[in-house]
């Protein structure tokens, strides 16, 4: 396993794995160190922009919650 892929947790590579088998892309360790490599930058990004727009990270919420999602 690659630098990325190990990286991630094993529910988010075997969503990449799936995502691999019915993207088109070639089916092998580049393809998915790749992908881990988009994830961990989209990652990345999101938490950066919890933290600018003053966010708040919440497992769930109720569909009247005041907050918005």
Avoid: Q
């Avoid at 930058?41 to 999602?69: L, Q």
Wanted: proline share 3%; net charge negative; hydrophobic share 30%.
């Amino acid at each position: 396993m690659g630098t990325y892929l190990e990286r991630l947790p094993e529910h988010i590579r075997e969503h990449i794995s799936a995502v691999v088998e019915t993207s088109g892309m070639p089916d092998n360790e580049e393809t998915r160190e790749s992908l881990a490599k988009c994830w961990l930058e989209k990652k990345r990004i999101f938490e950066e922009n919890i933290r600018k727009f003053g966010m708040e990270e919440v497992d769930s919420f109720v569909h009247d919650d005041t907050r918005g999602a």
